[in-house]
């Protein structure tokens, strides 16, 4: 378990070698349709064709008017204009506004040359031929300029950002219909484990259903990586690899859970020790002490504990920052804040723990205990609180570090 030097690596070396690991592990660029870009990795620059506002435009639906006209009006002493044209979102061909006159407009209608306020129709009688205006607003009121949002020509989105649906939004609004993004990682994942059975099917005793390749195939997912679970390799080692090898053909990483531990039946270990391009080390931490990485037939491998707490854990502090990495985006790392402690807590000594969590207002409460094993616990937290390797005990209203994983709950 311990490395050639004869201790753990430290969590930040085994995050470097993975992270080298996986570095070359993005398969070039495609280019996608706009509305199927959610997730993805922009892979260019996205420029404005456009300004945003497109066109100096109206926050509301009322009167463009010139201040000089109606400035002066208040309800004791309302001022009546002629409504020379009428103006819903929409119209391309926009009159300048006469003096003395005013155009009904409407929520995003283009502003008519001459026009620098708009008076919101609750302002007036809302007349059609003309109308009564009690009340003004300052001048420039209720206009929005072309080009205040984004200018012409410049970056809407940098290349590295990841598509949620603001930023697909900015993308449809500049004009873009299609985006150059990062190809998906193909991430080949499997479980391991002769104990294991497809949830659905009975459980003679003894059995348990299978739900790591679950997790990390949506962990994969979420990284940004395109996942393809491989089921029920067999335990003989040299069928094994001969499967996996076959599977790699078509993958640009593997991980693995289960089978790296120092039981007698540990097929992972054996299978892929014996290549010597895959190395199986301790780390400093809790959940996820043994791990592994290397290559098998050049392509990256990462080897996670099968404990379904730890190959969770695992994936999240080593592989998913390494697959975001390789996908160009500039903050890997999910957000960590400093939080207090709802109760007090023990950690153990020389090793970084992740204990599971619940943060709200700046606290956090741990949820369950440290152990490996307690998914249910596990799928009620919203981050993993971090206890350095020198501590070994916290007050409550201690302070901890804590990284925000998202959760079902939240
Ligand atoms: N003598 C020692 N025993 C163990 C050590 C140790 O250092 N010395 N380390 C412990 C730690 S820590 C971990 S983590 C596990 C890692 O073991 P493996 O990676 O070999 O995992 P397995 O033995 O295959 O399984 C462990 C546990 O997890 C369940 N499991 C495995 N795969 C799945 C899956 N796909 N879906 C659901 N559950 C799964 C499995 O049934 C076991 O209960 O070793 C400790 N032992
Ligand atoms: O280090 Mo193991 O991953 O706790 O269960």
Redesign the pocket.
């Known amino acids: 378990?311990d490395t050639a030097a004869g201790r753990r690596r430290t969590v930040e070396e085994h995050r470097a070698v993975v992270a080298a690991l996986l570095a070359g592990c993005s398969p070039g660029t495609e280019e996608v349709p706009v509305a199927e870009a959610a997730g993805r990795v922009l892979a260019e620059d996205v420029l404005a064709a456009v300004p945003l506002p497109v066109f100096t435009n109206s926050a509301m639906d009322g009167y463009a008017a010139r201040w000089a006209d109606v400035g002066g009006a208040s309800a004791g002493a309302p001022v009546r204009l002629p409504v020379a044209a009428d103006l819903p979102a929409g119209r391309t061909e926009v009159p300048p506004l006469e003096p003395g006159t005013v155009h009904r407009i409407m929520t995003g209608a283009p502003l008519p040359d001459g026009a620098d306020v708009v008076v919101p129709v609750e302002s007036t009688d809302g007349g059609t031929a003309t109308v009564a205006i009690s009340g003004a607003p300052a001048a420039g009121t209720f206009l929005r300029h072309a080009g205040e949002d984004l200018a012409a020509g410049a970056t809407a989105l940098p290349a590295g950002t990841v598509l949620g649906p603001a930023q697909l939004g900015l993308a449809a609004s500049v004009g873009r219909a299609a985006v150059v993004v990062r190809r998906r990682p193909r991430v080949l994942v499997l479980?391991?484990?002769s104990?294991?059975v497809a949830p659905g099917e009975p459980l003679a005793h003894g059995q348990?259903?299978?739900?790591?390749?679950l997790v990390l195939a949506a962990a994969v997912t979420a990284a940004g990586g395109a996942a393809r679970t491989l089921h029920f390799v067999p335990d003989d080692v040299d069928q094994f690899l001969t499967t996996v090898r076959a599977e790699l053909a078509s993958a640009d990483v593997l991980v693995t859970?289960?089978?790296?531990?120092?039981?007698a039946y540990?097929v992972v270990k054996d299978a892929l020790g014996a290549l010597g391009t895959v190395e199986f080390v301790g780390v400093a931490m809790?959940?996820?002490?043994?791990q592994g990485a290397g290559t098998v037939d050049g392509v990256p491998v990462v080897t996670l504990?099968?404990?379904?707490v730890?190959?969770f854990v695992s994936f999240e502090v080593f592989v998913r920052p390494a697959l975001r990495a390789a996908l160009g985006v500039p903050g890997p790392d999910r957000v960590e804040l400093t939080a207090r402690l709802a109760g007090p807590l023990t950690s153990p000594a020389g090793r970084r723990q992740y204990l599971r969590g619940r943060f709200s207002s700046g606290t956090v409460e741990l949820v369950g205990g440290a152990g490996?094993?307690l998914v249910a616990h596990l799928a009620r937290a919203d981050c993993l609180v971090v206890v350095p390797e020198d501590v070994t005990e916290l007050p409550a209203g201690g302070e901890v570090q804590v990284v925000l994983i998202g959760g079902a709950l939240q």
């Not at 348990?208 to 390749?213: G, Y």
Request: net charge negative.
């Open positions: 378990m479980s391991t484990g104990e294991l348990i259903h299978e739900s790591n390749s859970s289960g089978g790296v531990s120092m039981g540990e809790q959940p996820g002490g043994p504990p099968g404990n379904p730890s190959s490996s094993h």
